[in-house]
């Protein structure tokens, strides 16, 4: 039981945290102070005595770890921040200004962040991540606690990290709901009715207790209660007032997201017993255990492929992360329900402890990946392409989290055949690219796949993996290098009058389209564009100046954004960068342009003019050499 | 009760289910006989005695709908379309064939089709809005049935439809989960505790009925139970088999998606009674009633907004939407608990009753829009942009469905100021412009956006508006035209010495950019590219041939896929359309490169070297006149 001053030091730390939301986002002049006021009491005494965790080294293995789900409760973090003693008061009214970390919803810039929210329903299936790391990589004893919205448990997502929590036994997780049933235009769904929450998440296996989210002595019991449980995750279920404590907001529509003015600030501080400036010695851990180390070093030894043999970029996929996974513990793997596609299910096999089975839930796969690389894992994540697509505000926020993740897309592009376009990853290149900092790899043969999978893991940001349905050509040497960034000419010579650009399967393509115009004396050079961002900005410039300013680019991808749009962005200037000053460009641009049908690979490429016929038909009409009526109303497509 | 002989009918229908979808894949050579196998008995009472569905008029208001959710299941669903009479044997033998209507998953090519499926978990929410349409616009008593697989329901996608339906107590929404146990590649997460689907359906609100799913009369049953019920949707949780009724491949792994061999094929055929060609009546709706009309036909009133002022674009979406909805019936608004910040909040509260509370779950608000235009409703949904993300597998999937849906997205760019990067849409013109068919829009102008708005309602396809939160001047009169595919320019002379082309808030920042140049004697011409897919090809060759190629484009976006991609996409050749022939390009593209912080508007564009400064700086870069050293290594930025 909790001493009544354990009680007392609670009220007014909680007390001290509304004012300083209150505060904080008044000279901010915007931000979440109601939003911040009703959990208050939660964290209070979730800071006070549950959290173990040295603010003084946030690294620290054993630490606890906190996701504020409900990132708009922003300045309820700092202030919890400030009463840890670890940012000033003068810091703390830095909220929301150019060029403070501490911004308008928390991101990893504060060291004690380790995600960024704020696009909500994502804190608990990251903190399911977390926990996995914990309970199963780690094997060490500290606990996940995820402070959510009661709005956002309307997000799917959040049902996905209830399953997949109560499927891992996740009993090192505790999930806290603040219900001040008002949501940003209203009520919610469900309003107070806690017990529907309660009935739903016990109906996914977790522990549910519902309190009164203001009643310290509940709050203390409900904690003690969700860490003396085995084998479950808990939710606490606390009711709760938005703006408690001060009655011209508490409770109240309308506040959603509003700064208090002057005078509505005094009254309301007043309210709240004035200004405090508490510092708590917040517990660190009791324990200094390592981390444990799942599996052994072994010196990489990746697959080799012989040239001319025909092997598929995801079976390459496949074996080489079963090699990498050999080579390095931190490796690990996470696959929705399509291993036998992706062909992660070799790294599942050779190492089950560090492979985890997402069922289809593409949002809780790249979620628990952003987890298990804030315990500095190297998570792979695979699925179709096409499937990536569901979690891409995940993929978007990560980014915002500066998380290393590794994410790899199958079954790309109209070459998949017979399963037709709801299978067929044809944006992936578009909205991988558009993702801050990120890099996009699509490789064309299984040597050079095995050697980017190796490069994956330490590479920084979003790294995104492309990889091709059917079995392709070996055309590269085992011993081959390939750096993120590079390129490869594969056909070529000095007098090459245009260049095809191609990656992936289009790159067989261009090869055997070269092959063909050879036939014809037209000398065409072919670039293996792998690096589709980065781009191989240097190669793709002298190819213009030794071509005439003749390219064509070739992609198995939607027309908008993929490596067409890559090869055009390496032509133009930026802010910070120089225009190209070669020739004048002459670019044709293949990809896909109409709805995909079933059809046989061949049949499909052919009617989306992406195949050899369509790179032939684009050369000639660049090349001199074949009576080029270069800009004449001419229809490559009719052959 | 059920007849001895509608019991045999029953199971010699679900029997020849069986026995076509494993002919019709071994002819194929790929495809899904097993999950086509284990729900026949379920397809055969539905069909025989429940679907209420005129094949001869699909397009009938009173037809039930039906929607296979597990998409891969499509030999059954043809099957189902041989026994109902409208597609002949031999049709049904060209599965996956390139050109036929009979694709590997389901399309609205079909005509008895209403959405594409094969992207799992969306049938449901798709069929919540059909429901919606059917229960509160329609206002007819059809039911609308959605077959999902077991494995799906780790979706979710599913959760936020389970959630939505009992919210809007859809008692003419009927799921059936064909629990069959194996996934693609295992067993599935739940197996056969159909108890555990049970209370989860049931805490969510749900009437649930566990019944084995070979067992016609328990079938019967359900469904009649299914009809009865008031208030509630209905789930039958139906323990099946996977291939059943084949000793060789009922209730065995490592047969998903897989089409049986010559031998084993026919060997299966008469383990199952050989095939049949039964045709069945399927029982045409009973009445003959309309559809309701909610709301009266007035003449379009749109808001005016007068040159000079200032006005957000997402504020004329509100007002021009209302008065959209006032002229127009058939228009239905939704939003995912943010209508007082995209101002769907005033269609909401002029017409409640065509306006949809989707609460957070973006994922169901755009799949209850395509739902909704399946009864031919023109749905617009909002969010804010970042957040559209969330459901970007729904709007590729709606691309492969034909649907004709409207999505908004608001609080667009770093321009949104100090909430931060997690609400910033810096990626949606990227991932919208790569949706196949659709159209993306994003005007700068208040009277521009209300007259795009109307426009939006007819289009076809996915059709994008990105709308800004700040307040910006109003720059058009209220009378003037603008169509999608077209542009405007703003500013320019005879003789512009470069061009900036912008959009949205950017438009805003080139003006002023124009009037600084000219006082330095350098006229540039400024085009209003507000119709970013199609872009307006024309206007902008004309301006690269006026202005001697020099090009500036400036958007608050991500670098790649934007606005500077639609741009350059307009120089290229493609297959079917020739290359550009004017002056060689020189084009500076000012996006965002960096990861935004918070901050004021201006201090985050200037930042991120989007503003008024950074188009000077590139313009002055281009222009001879300011003594232009174009292609130096000089940096922009450094100002």
Chains 1, 2 share one sequence.
């Not at 700064?259 to 851990?285: C, M, W």
């Not at 072994?298 to 012989?306: D, K, N």
């Not at 096409?386 to 978007?396: H, S």
């Amino acid at each position: 039981m909790a001493t009544q001053e354990q009680l007392h030091q609670w009220h007014e730390l909680a007390q001290q945290f509304r004012v300083d939301s209150i505060r904080a986002t008044s000279v901010a002049g915007s931000g979440h102070p109601t939003s911040s006021m009703s959990p208050a009491d939660l964290m209070a005494v979730l800071l006070a005595k549950y959290l173990s965790y040295d603010f003084n080294d946030p690294g620290n293995p054993n630490n606890d770890r906190f996701i504020l789900s409900k990132g708009h409760g922003a300045p309820l973090l700092y202030a919890m921040y400030k009463a840890a003693g670890v940012i000033s008061d003068q810091e703390l009214m830095s909220l929301r200004q150019f060029g403070s970390p501490l911004e308008g919803h928390p991101t990893p810039i504060l060291p004690w962040v380790d995600v960024a929210t704020g696009s909500l329903g994502q804190g608990l299936p990251i903190g399911v991540g977390v926990a996995l790391a914990g309970k199963y990589l780690d094997q060490l004893s500290y606990n996940v606690w995820v402070l959510m919205g009661d709005s956002e448990t309307t997000e799917g997502a959040v049902w996905e990290a209830f399953d997949h929590a109560s499927h891992y036994n996740l009993d090192n997780l505790i999930a806290i709901i603040d219900v001040n049933r008002l949501g940003q235009r209203g009520q919610t769904e469900l309003g107070w009715n806690t017990q529907i929450y309660a009935n739903r998440a016990r109906a996914f296996g977790w522990q549910a207790i519902e309190i009164d989210g203001h009643n310290l002595i509940e709050i203390d019991q409900a904690y003690s209660a969700a860490l003396a449980v085995n084998d479950h995750p808990t939710v606490i279920i606390a009711r709760t007032k938005k703006g408690k404590g001060v009655e011209a907001l508490e409770d109240l529509g309308g506040w959603h997201g509003k700064a208090l003015k002057s005078n509505q600030q005094a009254n309301a501080i007043a309210e709240l017993g004035g200004g405090r400036d508490i510092v708590i010695q917040v517990s660190p851990p009791l324990t200094q255990e390592q981390p444990a180390t799942i599996g052994q070093c072994q010196p990489l030894s990746l697959p080799r492929y012989e040239q001319g043999t025909k092997v598929a970029t995801r079976r390459a996929y496949g074996d080489a992360l079963k090699a990498l996974g050999a080579a390095r513990p931190d490796v690990v793997a996470l696959d929705a329900e399509v291993s036998n596609s992706t062909y992660a299910e070799d790294f599942a096999e050779a190492f089950p402890e560090r492979y985890f089975e997402m069922y289809i839930a593409e949002q809780q796969m790249v979620a628990a990946a952003v987890g298990l690389q804030v315990r500095k894992y190297k998570p792979f994540a695979s699925t179709f392409a096409a499937f990536l697509t569901r979690a891409y505000d995940f993929v978007r926020m990560a980014a915002i989290s500066r998380a290393n993740i590794k994410l790899v897309g199958s079954h790309a592009g109209v070459s998949i055949g017979q399963d037709g376009a709801s299978q067929m990853g044809l944006e992936d290149l578009a909205a991988m690219r558009a993702v801050g900092g990120s890099t996009v790899l699509y490789p064309s043969d299984a040597n050079q796949t095995a050697k980017l999978v190796v490069q994956m893991s330490d590479r920084p940001g979003v790294v995104y993996l492309r990889t091709t349905r059917e079995s392709t050509p070996v055309i590269y040497g085992s011993d081959e290098e390939f750096t993120i960034g590079g390129s490869r000419i594969v056909r070529g010579s000095d007098r090459d009058q245009a260049t095809v650009i191609a990656a992936g399967i289009t790159l067989h393509e261009a090869i055997k389209a070269s092959d063909r115009l050879k036939n014809e004396g037209i000398g065409i050079r072919v670039i293996d564009a792998y690096s589709v961002k980065p781009i191989d900005v240097q190669t793709l410039h002298q190819a213009a100046q030794d071509t005439q300013g003749n390219l064509v680019v070739v992609e198995d991808h939607w027309f908008e954004g993929g490596l067409g749009a890559a090869v055009l962005d390496a032509f133009v200037g930026t802010a910070d960068t120089p225009i190209y000053q070669g020739p004048q460009l002459r670019l044709i641009k293949l990809a896909v342009r109409d709805m995909p049908s079933s059809g046989t690979p061949e049949e499909l490429m052919h009617a989306a003019k992406i195949d050899t016929d369509a790179i032939v038909s684009a050369v000639r009409c660049l090349s001199p050499v074949a009576g080029s009526r270069l800009g004449e109303r001419q229809k490559l497509g009719s052959r």
